[in-house]
């Protein structure tokens, strides 16, 4: 589940990090975090799209 305490805890630790390369690894985290959040959403949204098209489906036939 998307976790936006996650992402703003990236975010102050990218904005505080003196060192490049631990930027880029956080910058690198933040990203794969994003994207994570993404693909479960997606697929979530996948499955409502097709339980809300089920129970239209159900209520145009009961018409």
Known sequence: MYNSDLVRKLCGDILNAK?????QDL???LQA??????EE???????LAKQYANALKDSQ???
């Open 19 to 23: 060192d490049p390369g631990r930027v």
């Open 41 to 47: 959403i997606r697929i979530r949204m996948a499955f």
């Open 33 to 38: 975090v994003i994207k994570e959040d993404q």
């Open 27 to 29: 910058i690198s985290l």
């Open 61 to 63: 036939a009961a018409d």
